[in-house]
DNA sequence: TGTACATCAGTGAACGCGCGTTCACTGATGTAC
DNA sequence: TGTACATCAGTGAACGCGCGTTCACTGATGTAC
């Protein structure tokens, strides 16, 4: 608050975040504390886990520079948010696309996205919350929210369902499939970020139950006659 | 504001829900006014939708009454929603039990279970927000919210699952097909409550497909040998 | 090479808001004598 | 039946907080002449 620039920081504000000591940018890199403060959001979501502790101001603080600033780069708090976002679904997206990479047996595929998907969403909880557990309108943008979603490894699930479909490992419409596949792993995902305390049996086997359990509901009749 | 009890409600004030015109209670009484905070706790989040909403200033202007009157029944914040928390698990366990009352095989008294749940869920979503997505900081009182799911529909569940696995209608452990079960219910219904905008399936398809196919993959293998 | 000037990258102070909570109080109502 | 008094059911004003956003400004830096 003082103009004092080697004055150090005010030891109270309870959740203070290390915070910034910024050099004026020159003239033409004004662009570079934009990508500071999408980090100083990121940092902020992570260290304090808390959407909440996402506010212009704190933000403004982390990155050491006044409030006014963030408006330089970002018309208001809900434009703030919905490029933080963007950076996670590009990473989730990523991680996801990376895990199924190589696989060729569709079946086999739509397990690995399934295990990726939860893996990515416990490990960045907070992430998760926003993307997947926030109200409709606390979600910026509705409509970009929507295409992001489509786009990303919900799109990579549903080409490995239809394959599998084509292909008979598993039965039924892949437009149902791929909605039934997405409420079990994110059912599993987003009550162990709610309810972390409850006497959860060990992850991996109710991971590797649930996936293995789903696929099997999916798998055709083994007692049909058309089987075999 | 004014001390004039005539005095209209004023004009602006946004989120304004219909503020109560309330008589102080007569000696003795003063217990009434814990129900109105408790309702007026419950109109606030069903009219606004929003928790944030639900403040004790907010709760105190929708009854009728000042803010410090509040703390005359609750000591702060948190032990009021925590109350209202509680009706709502009322409710919520009297639905699966009417739902589930009077059937007698435990494969069908899942299924249903599962139906009456998503049916809740859906039916009340900032009910269902507060109870399954909130974050495990916001629940107030952890181990009493533990407790309570525990003790409610959960129990319910398992009971029928352990009955469906002696009878040989589902296979597995019972601790972790609880946890399944749950998973899936509460994915396609906290999906639905967080993207309703998305190209959904027919509810009642999907339901009924989410659900057979789950109960399908916890059947014992009908091409064992030890089957039929 | 020197200087006026435009522009860029921010700052400092203030706006009005709603929030949870505390404090000293008030006025109606029932009760003891 | 009358009156002093304790108690109950609240009120009114204020505390300090953080928030999003706006406004007029400043000072360094590059550029045109």
């Known amino acids: 608050m003082s103009g004092d620039p ?6 109270g504000s309870s959740n203070e975040i290390t915070p910034a000591r910024r050099h004026r940018a020159r003239r033409g ?5 934009r990508e500071d403060i999408l980090e100083a959001a990121e940092r902020l979501l992570i260290e304090t886990g808390d959407k909440n502790a996402v506010s212009i101001r704190a933000v403004a603080r982390t990155v050491g520079v006044t409030p006014p600033s963030i408006y ?4 208001d708090k809900n434009e703030l948010l919905f490029q933080a976002c963007q950076v996670h679904w590009k990473r989730f997206d990523a ?3 990376n895990a199924t990479k190589g696989i060729d047996d569709p079946v086999e595929r739509i397990a690995a996205c399934g295990r990726a998907y939860i893996e990515f969403g416990l490990a960045n909880p ?6 997947f557990m ?5 979600q910026p943008s509705h409509t970009d929210v929507q295409q992001l979603l489509l786009d990303s490894g919900f799109t990579r699930l549903f080409q490995a369902i239809s394959e599998a479909v084509e292909r008979d490992q598993i039965v ?6 791929v909605f039934h596949c997405w409420s079990v792993v994110h059912g599993l995902t987003s009550l162990l970020i709610s309810h972390p305390d409850l006497p959860w049996p060990d992850r991996e086997v109710l991971t590797k139950h649930l996936l293995e359990t789903s696929m099997r509901g999916l798998a055709p009749d083994r007692s049909s006659p058309d089987h075999q």
């Open 126 to 131: 907070e992430h998760y919350r926003i993307l």
């Open 172 to 177: 039924g419409d892949p437009g149902l499939i």
């Open 134 to 138: 926030s109200k409709p309108d606390e």
């Open 29 to 33: 890199e004004g662009e570079q504390l």
């Open 72 to 75: 330089l780069h970002f018309t």
């Open 95 to 97: 991680h996801i696309r």
């Open 6 to 11: 080697l004055e150090h920081q005010k030891p």
